[in-house]
């Protein structure tokens, strides 16, 4: 930020009647829209369509970019129907993002967002407007900012509560060579409760800084916001006061204008002590303080911006939004339209009656199978292990919904524990609980449990304590990418002592792995994908799997075959590696030399330990080629806990001494796409495996 006088709190007043008045003043902008439905046709957007960089921004009146703002959260809103993605974030932050583009001059000027769910108004007003329909496909653009892709996105995010700790180092490095640019952290109170966040704020503070913290404030995250900051929160607003920023950045204590309520803040209501809001933490850490504002008052924001951009040091503005803004269904249910899939396809007449009598001619044929997404398989298994067991107790950073959580935390509230957006202190909470006598369960996706590692080697692990990890969201994501994708862990749990992996192959196996785990006494970890399963059959009573043994699921071709093959695979990739055996044995009988070839498929389920004496049966049976099949990175994954083990401990494969192939991910960051476009540009689609399958036998 740009050099001024530092301002200190103690310095409020009472008086600050000029510069509130535009508080209460009139809007002046005649449209300030709410849409109730997405639309399917491009909307006419004149002054939006003007702007080919921020610059353009800058040449507005305010009442235009009044306008602008209803233009920009309508095109989200058409864009967000033809692409899918995040939603209500993005309509959240529409004034704000205007705002600042019109007050920075970006991209000398940093601005640097937390998590990325809320950058798509950032990416319109930066010359990615026309691509914005192709986001999260593949070749389009990133779900997330990401800097290869412009120069206006300053820092890479996708994970939670690092804007604040990537500001302050831009900061610094700015001063160190002497260039006087803004340095502005988009937060919202949800990363907030990251402990990053705190510790960055707490060395800005250390380091008197420039830096502008500006705290988007709309009481969620992902879900609900929850804990003590949300109250501290809530509390600062309920006081009915605010600290004003004068023209010469001086704080001020006056009374908040009257503005519409938030219904959620009524939740906050029963608790009793109201505090004087210049008793905030903000200020206590060594921020300058200001706030609470209306996130969606345009010259509120213009002026409270402008000025606090000149304070020197630390300072964070604090402003209230409303996500889904602008969207009746979304501001009435934020949580279920924190992201949508892209509107369905409009069928004629015609059309949907011909649709209608060949689903009808198909579901006579042959009955679909429902699957179940594995966070609803897990979710059923909570509830059912729960409703038997009164020591299970289940713990999420923040992901309630997305990790399938919802009817165990109604059905059982006192054992459900959501500690906010939190990983590190989710797992040493699990550590702490079970020195007790409990079994806690922790839920949490594979790209954040990489947040906890350290708890989860020197909390858990190192302690020998009885923490089941249900693990999410493992494997290729999809459409946002590499920040979230689930490709590291099988190498960085493998490595831990006293740690089980287990690996299901559907539904069925996921149910029972994670009750076999469960049971075991000690640290355990069960791995499993994103989206639906294959639609087996759940066995109920919850079945024990013996720790570490594989399954051969089936044996094709001759037994007497000169040639072998066993494809070892894990998880998911059991059914992609069955699909590839039968493609290579049918390809074989065609050309009548299916009795030269035999194949194995062996459904590992267990990552460590190993079934090492199924793979010295395999050995000892005559196998000439041996394959590992992981949707993992094939460094440090599982098919290199095989070659450790076949190496180091197997005396059958020092006489045998079969080929071997390691399938998986190379040594890349696979881009953003469907999960079928990304399982076929790793070559771990059928046709992909069938190839390398055919390499190795050739």
């Known amino acids: 930020m740009q050099q001024s006088s530092h301002s200190s709190q103690s310095h409020l007043s009472a008086d600050c009647s000029t510069s509130t008045a535009s508080h209460t003043a009139k809007p002046l902008s005649a449209l300030q829209q709410t849409y109730n439905e997405i639309p399917r046709v491009r909307p006419i957007t004149p002054l939006l369509d003007s702007i080919d960089t921020p610059a353009d921004i800058k040449q507005y009146s305010t009442e235009q970019l009044m306008t602008l703002a209803d233009e920009l959260r309508l095109f989200l809103l058409y864009s967000a129907g033809q692409s899918g993605g995040h939603f209500g974030a993005n309509l959240g932050v529409v004034e704000l993002t205007i705002v600042l583009h019109y007050l920075l001059d970006a991209p000398s000027d940093q601005i640097v967002w937390d998590v990325g769910h809320q950058a798509y108004a950032h990416k319109v007003l930066t010359g990615r407007r026309e691509q914005l329909h192709s986001i999260r496909s593949k070749g389009g653009l990133t779900a997330f900012p990401e800097r290869v892709e412009s120069v206006y996105d300053t820092f890479g995010v996708g994970h939670s509560s690092t804007s604040i700790s990537a500001g302050l180092g831009m900061s610094l490095a700015l ?8 340095v502005a952290c988009i937060i919202g109170d949800g990363a907030m409760t990251g402990g990053m966040a705190f510790e960055a704020m707490n060395d800005a503070v250390q380091q008197d800084a420039d830096l502008l913290v500006i705290l988007n404030d709309n009481d969620m995250s992902i879900s609900c916001s929850i804990g003590g900051f949300s109250r501290h929160l809530a509390m600062l607003w309920e006081s009915g006061h605010q600290v004003d920023i004068s023209d010469t950045g001086e704080p001020i204590l006056c009374h908040r204008p009257h503005v519409q309520d938030f219904d959620r803040r009524k939740r906050h209501k029963e608790h009793r002590d109201v505090p004087n809001i210049e008793d905030n933490l903000f200020k206590a850490i060594g921020f300058t ?27 964070l503005v604090h402003i209230y939004t409303t996500k889904g803004k602008g969207f009746a269904p979304a501001e009435a249910d934020p949580v279920g339209y924190h992201a949508i899939s892209k509107l369905p396809l409009e069928v004629s007449i015609n059309d949907e009656a011909v649709s209608q009598q060949t689903t009808h001619q198909q579901i006579s044929a042959v009955k ?22 009164d020591k299970l107790l289940a713990i999420t950073p923040a992901m309630e919904e997305g990790s399938g959580m919802i009817d165990f935390a109604r059905q059982f509230p006192e054992r459900f524990f959501d500690v906010a957006i939190a990983e590190q202190h989710a797992v040493t909470l699990a550590g702490g609980m079970a020195t007790q006598g409990v079994k806690p369960i922790v839920a949490i996706y594979s790209t954040f449990l990489q947040r906890g590692y350290d708890q989860l080697i020197h909390d858990v692990a190192l302690q020998d304590l009885d923490v089941t990890f249900a693990i999410d969201r493992a494997g290729l994501v999809g459409e946002d990418g ?19 992996i287990a690996a299901p192959k559907d539904e069925n196996e996921c149910y029972q792995l994670l009750n076999t785990c469960y049971e075991y006494k000690g640290a355990t970890a069960v791995r499993y994908p994103r989206g639906k399963g294959t639609g087996a059959t759940i066995q109920r009573p919850a079945q024990l799997y013996k720790v570490g043994q594989a399954v051969v699921e089936s044996v094709l071709g001759a037994d007497n075959a000169p040639t072998k093959l066993a494809i070892l695979a894990f998880g998911t990739m059991v059914a992609t590696a069955q699909q590839a055996a039968e493609t290579i044995i049918t390809q074989l009988a065609s050309t009548q030399s299916a009795e030269s070839l035999q194949v194995q498929v062996v459904n590992m389920r267990w990552v460590k330990p190993l079934d090492s004496d199924l793979l010295e049966s395999l050995l000892e049976q005559g196998m000439t080629h041996i394959a590992t099949v992981e949707e993992h990175m094939i460094m440090g994954g599982a098919g290199s806990a095989v070659n450790e083990y076949l190496l180091n401990d197997s005396l059958a494969f020092k006489r045998q001494r079969p080929l071997i192939c390691n399938i998986g991910i190379t040594d890349r960051f696979i881009a953003h796409g469907s999960q079928a476009e990304q399982w076929a540009d790793c070559g771990l689609d059928t046709p992909g495996v069938v190839k390398q399958l055919q390499q190795l036998l050739s």
């Open 175 to 182: 001063r160190y060579q002497g260039l006087e640019q803004t």
């Open 482 to 500: 590499a920040t979230h994708a689930g490709v590291f862990d099988f190498a960085f749990l493998r490595c831990v002592p006293n740690l089980l």
């Open 289 to 315: 303080y200001f706030g609470p504002f209306d996130g969606h008052n345009i010259p509120e924001l213009l002026r409270v911006l402008s000025l606090a951009k000149q304070v020197s040091g630390p300072v």
């Open 368 to 389: 679909p199978i429902a699957a179940l997404k594995y966070s609803q398989v897990f979710g059923e298994f909570l509830c059912d292990k729960a409703a038997t067991d």
